[in-house]
């Protein structure tokens, strides 16, 4: 048996593929047609917000919210280290000061303490990123937030469907993305986004953002008139606009499938409970604990593995490859340490843990289409791994 590091989440059933043709031999246009505003209308319900815009990928949700921020030079945003790159590039690209937060010695998401000792005059947004599908419980600094007028951007790229208390996450900050990314919980054929916007009046400009900046023109069009570009104005006060738009077909695909979101969730929150309760005594190997009475979705299942002086996490990485063909990964390199970000002047963190995490961290294969004898033979390799290592510890 083989368990690879697969670049899909999960499968189009039949039905779905039906579906999907249908849309590929009749809809007009291909973009930005009902197919749009039927995902977008099924998204708002199932988060129940309104001011939900489909986009090409949470990174382009998240460009959108950095300029919607209108950060000027100086403007500082807290991030996490410990996360994909995309949750920091569009904040850096439109001028800000990064200051990377760290995480949580346990739940390895971001630490509510860590961020109020970096907030400064100078902060405008603080990011917080819903890492491993978990629900980061952030509630607590709400209030400082707003008392400081500081924005909340809550990345949701790998954790939609969990919940904070009875709300969806994205849902308790000013802004919010989510990613439709081929190996997220769910994927619109591999890419694709949503962004989430509080302030209507903000919210009111998005549609222009992700679309060159088109917007109705202020007089009344002319009936006979075809509704081609031409007929629509350009402006979004003074902002250069991008084209971050999702086809029909990828909004098709993201109806089939938010339909199947909370059972594909739940299926990766048992067996993410079964994995995580099978290796409860092995004390070297700390699963991220989880924040008490809140739902985490399981888009990743991830832990440490203490070093003795003999054997450290590469060894166990490299025995499941060897033995068992299973292939894990380590996640998430630190973003001050990329040879990017420290060119363009964001070396410099004070983040111990984010440290020690990267070092001893394994993320195990979680795509859900892996068969329930797959999973099996997961968690007991990786047990008989366990039990060999712990001759040598
Ligand atoms: C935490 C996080 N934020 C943002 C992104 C960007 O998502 P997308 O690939 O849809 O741009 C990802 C994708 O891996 C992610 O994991």
Redesign the pocket.
Known sequence: MKIIWSGRSHNYSQKDINYLTKIIKTADPLTQGHYLKSFESIFSKYIQKNNVFAVS????A?EIISLLLRLKKKDEVIIPAH??C??AIPFARNGAKIVWGDIDVNTRVVDINDIKKKITSKTKAIVI?H?YGFACDFRKIIPLCKKKKIKIIE?C??SLGAEIGTKKVGTLGDFS?Y???A??NITTLG???MVYVKNSDLAAKVPGLRHNGHCNFKFKRKNYWSPAMGNLDMDIENTWPYKFTLSEIQCGAGIVMMKKLDKLNNLRIKRAERFINYLKNFEELKFNSSFKSKKHVYHLVSASYTPSKKVNRDDLMQILYNRYSIKCAVQYYPLYKYSLFKKMGFGKHSCPNTEKFYNNMISFPFHVWMTNKQFNYMIASVKKVLIYLRKYR
Do not use: I, N
């Not at 990928?57 to 382009?60: I, L, Y």
């Open positions: 990928s949470a990174a382009a998240l996360t994909y995309a949750s990123v890492l990345d790229a790998q993305c990613s439709f990314h190996q997220k890419e694709g986004g």
